[in-house]
């Protein structure tokens, strides 16, 4: 598949989001940039980043921001933007300005960029071998092995650091909005290589910016990675931003350049937030109905779909500049259990995941992906092992993400990845059920993980791994491994610490525009459109109310939403949000509708109370009922007798907008099921691919 940026940032805010957060994409940058300069020691040298053997290679042949780095003799990197000169030897192949923004004229050939400070200098070769193509022609050179000169001056307190990746979500009893010095001391000190956040952390643009500039700003030596669980549909941190209808959605639309853009949408937003990593895409195939944390996370119950969907979604992520994280090793999607408050097991063998689960993960590494995030559970034909739990007189099988035969035997070196391996959250039951939390700790780095996310008590834990590693309990070479694959990522992906901090006014600046950008609303609505699926039609769609009929629509979730979508058409639409009890006052506004839409109240099937009254309006066929699922499509099993019903699959309100401008006539139903929709005894009701 052919990869190109679907969106022509003009503006001056837009051009210096490159400046901050992307060195390596195609950005412009502005003269007015204002800093905040950092206070550092002196330099020994100036590097290009491009020079490093971590970062691209190969640019599209129209411009590329490149990146000057000072080195210290700590070994630690800074970028630079103030007092350098940047030249290129040959402006008939690229020019250069005074900010190192990097044009590609028409002329093939090569060309030599130098940059100073005055004192130290560095110089990139480029060559432009056709129309579309810049590559970066490097000499091996010891001073560019940056790394292993940080590895060499770094401590174990240091290193174990890095692998460290906590949540300060409701810290110390209220919102973690703002940086306090107490965890600003807590990152130097500890020397912490990322925080995750979480929505009670993302309240608005500018408080998001202010946070994370902050972060970054305290962490001086090697730069944060800034992440949250951002996958689009159920799982979105973000209040403001594109809401883009999630995984399923994609799936049901066949359109893998949707789920690229829908990748390179939310990393635009999310790096104009300052946030440089998004655990997402979940690339589980989800072919258990009763699935109760996955469901419309994934893009459906075929591997191949999945796998497809999956990698167009990293690749236009990662083209964005953010580091993907495939997620959840080796599959979470044909579980009956939460990790989050249990342990699943999964009791079949490497045939069937061969041919199911596998799939999408073995395409995410052959396309690349950045990081693989490792599940909490257990597959006893995979992993045998046994140990003791913390509840009495039980013993368990030890999880993928406490497993060696799991992590290094089969993702490392049978599927062959050398990327950044990352623990599902440390604070999940599927492990704080059964293990102590340095305990656990120590045996994911054992097993291969390179970041242990969300320890419980991240002082606790990084002195117990210390301590570890002193005893030789975590091999130092172990060690070294993880942090090497941390810095790597960090590398190819820009985030350094900084000698010179945008101002940040600018900043939020950058992520208002990008956040409210037209352009990613349409890719929103594009998604939203080709998704919803008519599953059943008994000759009631499309409607063509008259004035003086009411529709009613029914249900304890989203009613406003979707009545406000629905009067867009007829005017005459109400609402009626239901609780556990059906009040007479109720009951007279749905005798008086002419037609009822509803909207069931399940995540996973089953019949709960309001789903219990839903169901008798259907079966007394009195009048018209559409049943819209705005969530799982699998309903419809426990809702077999209703005559017309429509996957939504979410709740974005473009998903609101695109159901009603189908069942009003006004756009075609396009989404194809991405999962089989089976009756109460496993017989097929409407297999994968149906919709009218």
């Not at 973690?176 to 020397?191: D, G, H, S, V």
């Not at 962490?219 to 992440?227: A, S, V």
């Not at 066949?254 to 690229?260: E, I, M, Q, S, V």
């Not at 959250?425 to 059964?434: E, K, L, Y």
Request: aromatic share 6%; proline share 5%; net charge positive.
């Amino acid at each position: 598949m052919k990869r190109k940026h679907i969106f022509a940032y003009t503006s001056v805010s837009l051009i210096l989001l490159a400046c901050f957060f992307i060195p390596f994409l195609s950005k412009d940058r502005a003269d007015t940039m204002r800093t905040t300069t950092v206070s550092t020691t002196h330099p020994t040298d100036l590097l290009l980043a491009q020079n490093l053997p971590e970062t691209p290679k190969t640019y599209p042949a129209t411009q590329i921001q490149l990146q000057a780095l000072h080195t210290y003799a700590d070994g630690r990197l800074s970028k630079v933007q103030a007092n350098i000169s940047w030249s290129s030897s040959n402006p008939l192949v690229a020019t250069v300005t005074r900010e190192g923004l990097l044009t590609i004229q028409d002329k093939l050939g090569q060309t030599v960029v130098l940059v100073s400070d005055g004192t130290y200098h560095d110089r990139l070769v480029l060559e432009k071998t056709d129309k579309n193509t810049v590559k970066v022609i490097t000499e091996p050179q010891a001073k560019y092995d940056v790394i292993s000169r940080l590895l060499a001056t770094m401590s174990v307190a240091d290193k174990v650091g890095q692998t460290l990746m906590p949540s300060f979500s409701m810290y110390g009893g209220k919102p973690f909005q703002e940086l306090t010095p107490e965890i600003a001391n807590m990152i130097k000190r500890l020397q912490l290589g990322g925080i995750i956040l979480f929505k009670d952390s993302l309240n608005e643009t500018k408080q998001i910016v202010q946070l994370t500039t902050a972060l970054q700003q305290s962490q001086h030596k090697f730069g944060l990675l800034i992440g949250t669980d951002q996958e689009g549909g159920i799982v979105s941190r973000l209040k403001q931003g594109t809401n883009m209808p999630g995984n399923m959605a994609l799936g049901a639309t066949r359109n893998p350049k949707l789920a690229y853009q829908a990748g390179q949408v939310m990393a635009d937003e999310l790096l104009s937030l300052g946030i440089n990593l998004d655990f997402a895409p979940t690339i589980d195939v989800n072919n258990n109905s009763k699935n109760p944390v996955i469901g419309v996370r994934s893009y459906g119950e075929s591997p191949q779909l999945v796998a497809e969907m999956g990698t167009s979604f990293i690749a236009g992520m990662q083209d964005a500049g953010v580091v993907a994280s495939a997620k959840h090793f080796p599959g979470h999607g044909n579980t009956s259990v939460d990790s989050h408050v249990g342990l699943p097991v999964i009791s079949y063998g490497k045939k069937q995941l061969e041919q199911v689960e596998f799939i999408p993960f073995r395409q995410a590494i052959k396309q690349g992906v950045d990081s693989v995030l490792v599940a909490h559970i257990a597959f006893p034909q995979l992993e045998p092992t046994k140990v003791e739990s913390h509840q009495k007189d039980k013993s368990i099988y030890l999880p993928a993400t406490l497993s060696p035969k799991l992590v290094q035997g089969l993702l490392r070196k049978e599927f062959g990845y050398d990327g950044l391996v990352i623990t599902d959250a440390m604070d999940m039951g599927g492990i704080t059920q059964h293990f102590e939390t340095v305990d656990a700790s120590i045996r994911a780095m054992n097993a291969g993980a390179d970041i242990i996310l969300m320890p419980p008590d991240v002082e606790k834990v990084s002195l117990g791994m210390q301590k570890a590693v002193m005893s030789g309990t975590i091999k130092k070479e172990r060690l070294d491994e993880a942090v090497r694959r941390i810095l790597t990522v960090k590398m190819r992906r820009g985030i350094f610490a900084q000698e010179q901090m945008p101002h940040v006014p600018i900043l939020q600046q950058i992520a208002e525009k990008s956040i409210t950008s037209p352009a990613h609303k349409q890719v929103e609505r594009a998604i939203a459109e080709q998704s919803i699926t008519v599953v059943k039609n008994d000759r009631i769609l499309p409607l063509h109310p008259s004035p003086e009929q009411r529709i009613a629509v029914i249900g304890s979730r989203y009613t406003s939403e979707m009545t406000r979508a629905f009067q867009k058409y007829h005017q005459n639409t109400v609402a009626i949000k239901l609780n556990h009890v059906l009040k007479a006052e109720q009951q007279q506004q749905i005798d008086r509708a002419d037609i009822l839409m509803v909207l069931p109240d399940s995540f996973a099937g089953g019949l709960q109370p309001v789903n219990q009254l839903i169901k008798k309006l259907i079966d007394q066929k009195q009048k018209p009922v559409i049943m819209i699922s705005t969530r799982n499509p699998y309903q419809l099993t426990d809702f077999q007798k209703v005559p017309t019903y429509v996957a939504q699959y979410g709740n974005a309100d473009a998903s609101f907008q695109a159901t009603a401008a189908i069942l009003f006539g006004e756009g075609k139903s396009k989404g194809k099921l991405p999962v089989t929709i089976y009756d109460t005894k496993g017989n097929i009701l409407y297999p994968y691919g149906h919709g009218l």
